[in-house]
């Protein structure tokens, strides 16, 4: 399912899904399989009860009973973004070889994170080898089917963590012997390759038809292979929310050959400060020469601030630098992929435009997949409007975002809040008496965001009552984990304009008992930025 339909769009939010609905090798177990996961369970939701035989890194199909038919997943972490920074190591491709993409500036330091993730790829196949050759020796090779694939792109900046086709594109590779040929969709050659569009939403559902399994009607993703192959779709969707410390919210969608991407928060650059992602050499270096005025688009882009829609050719221009949403004579595909997109969040019930600190708050214990199906209590059709238009950040939409910020919906005053907001301060200085109550707001959401508009762009006299609701918003044990993100992200955007934030900061406590422990470290990691504290190691 699309983890912003249930509620896992946001990293390690560890939410619960409704009763009805079952992670698919609890399919695969009942129908006899034996279940095996070695050994990452980092998902974002709650595991709704047993859903692995064995689940560690001594997971093994070896292990079932004789006979038995097996599911086994193997999560190979040899090339996770924190080996692509491991030192000391040894060199097997020369740095000085590598490709670079066109996005990164070429330097030493690049060079070398490049050259160790190949060298960590070359690792990884080896392991690989490693597993197949116990399949050979156990006399299992000609009755198993293989599925190899990427979870993200590389563990590179712009690449995990970013829609962009970086950051989507992994490679799919699946074996299929000759005794499950009737399995196999009508393009398998061994060898060969498919230009089918499929993706990680369509692996579970696929999955399960291989076993002959129907898939359940909830799932949202299509069989490719086996008993309940569906027909190819045209389009995939991708997306970016929260990640870490970092709220975002991006939607994608492609078809076979353009991808269009819509950003929601375009005043927000493409790299923001993820502390995980700078302990990466080369993220250091590039953001260094960026702000030291040393590169050159598209060297450039990804330090700025977002444009609100872009399209790009994934034929003629696979690296996403060329964007072409203001050209003509892309009107026709652009119109095409902006309906598609908008249907598929309607269609799916996107949560993600309500904000986290306000649907986490509002569920209590209902699943948050419960409360984006609930359409009296999420009129999503009417906050996405609001969202686009807020997005435009055009002076000529404030009137109509003023009107909205006395919307009964608190999803849509949010929304008009972050417009005026992003709009920039003529539209704030224009709006502080309507801005000026929503420092009361019920919504937590909007009484963050009005704090820190009023604090950024009000007059200097809203900057202490602005700081005042910001420091008890960033409590852990009076208001959460999720509304302290959310805080302290508008304390970061202040960007020290005033001495206590400093002062407030270095005595807030950063972490709490009641904090999941996924989610303690993203706190730490904005207390940190506050600081101007480095991470330690």
């Not at 006899?32 to 001594?58: A, F, I, M, Q």
Request: glycine content about 6%.
């Amino acid at each position: 399912m699309y983890p912003y339909s249930i509620g896992t769009h946001n990293m390690r939010s560890l939410v619960n899904l409704p009763e009805s609905i079952r992670m698919y090798p609890q399919y695969l177990r009942e129908a006899g399989y034996y279940c095996t996961n070695n050994p990452k369970e980092d998902y974002n939701l709650v595991k709704p009860g047993k859903v692995w035989d064995e689940s560690s890194r001594k997971a093994h199909w070896k292990n079932r009973a004789e006979g038995q038919p097996f599911f086994a997943i193997f999560n190979l972490g040899i090339t996770h973004e924190s080996q692509v920074r491991k030192r000391p190591h040894t060199p097997i491709h020369d740095p000085a070889k590598v490709p670079l993409p066109p996005y990164h500036p070429d330097t030493p330091e690049v060079r070398r994170d490049w050259a160790q993730y190949y060298d960590k790829m070359t690792a990884m196949d080896m392991q690989a080898g490693k597993l197949l050759s116990e399949l050979e020796e156990a006399g299992l090779t000609d009755d198993t089917i293989i599925f190899y694939y990427g979870d993200h792109g590389a563990g590179m900046p712009r690449s995990k963590r970013w829609p962009f086709h970086s950051g989507l594109h992994v490679p799919l590779i699946v074996h299929i012997p000759e005794k499950w040929k009737h399995l196999a969709p009508k393009e398998y050659v061994v060898g060969g390759t498919s230009d089918r569009l499929v993706g990680f939403i369509d692996l579970a559902p696929t999955l399960l038809s291989l076993a002959g399994i129907k898939p359940p009607e909830y799932i949202q993703g299509h069989a490719y292979m086996g008993s309940y192959e569906t027909k190819p779709r045209p389009y995939m969707f991708g997306f970016r929310d929260r990640m870490d410390e970092r709220y975002d919210l991006v939607r994608t969608v492609r078809n076979d050959r353009y991808q269009y991407i819509r950003n929601y928060m375009p005043h927000l650059p493409y790299g923001q400060h993820v502390e995980y992602m700078f302990q990466t050499p080369t993220t250091r270096v590039w953001h260094d020469l960026y702000v030291a005025g040393k590169l050159t688009p598209p060297q450039t882009y990804f330090w700025e601030t977002k444009p609100r829609e872009e399209l790009y050719d994934l034929e003629a221009d696979p690296h996403t630098i060329h964007n072409l949403i203001d050209s003509q004579k892309h009107g026709g595909v652009i119109n095409e992929l902006r309906g598609v997109l908008d249907a598929h969040l309607m269609e799916i019930r996107d949560l993600g435009f309500m904000p986290e600190p306000d649907w986490q708050e509002r569920r209590g214990d209902v699943a948050p997949y419960t409360l984006a199906q609930d359409r009296d209590a999420y009129d999503l059709q009417a906050v996405h409007q609001v969202a686009l238009l807020a997005s435009k950040r055009d002076a000529n939409n404030v009137s109509a975002l003023q009107t909205h910020l006395k919307n009964d919906d608190p999803a849509i005053r949010y929304w008009a809040m972050l417009g005026i907001y992003m709009t920039g301060s003529d539209a704030v200085k224009n709006s502080l008496t309507d801005l000026r109550p929503l420092l009361t707001d019920v919504s937590p959401s909007a009484r963050i965001t009005a704090t820190q508009t009023l604090g950024r762009f009000g007059e200097p006299a809203d900057l202490d009552p602005a700081l005042d609701v910001l420091f008890a918003h960033a409590n852990l044990s009076g208001h959460g984990v999720y509304q302290t993100l959310f805080a302290l992200n508008a304390l970061d955007a202040l960007d020290h304009k005033s001495p206590r934030i400093q002062q407030h900061v270095e005595k807030m406590a950063v972490t709490h008992e009641s904090v999941p422990r996924a989610l303690r470290s993203n706190t730490i990691k904005l207390v940190r930025k506050i600081l101007g504290q480095n991470p330690p190691g």
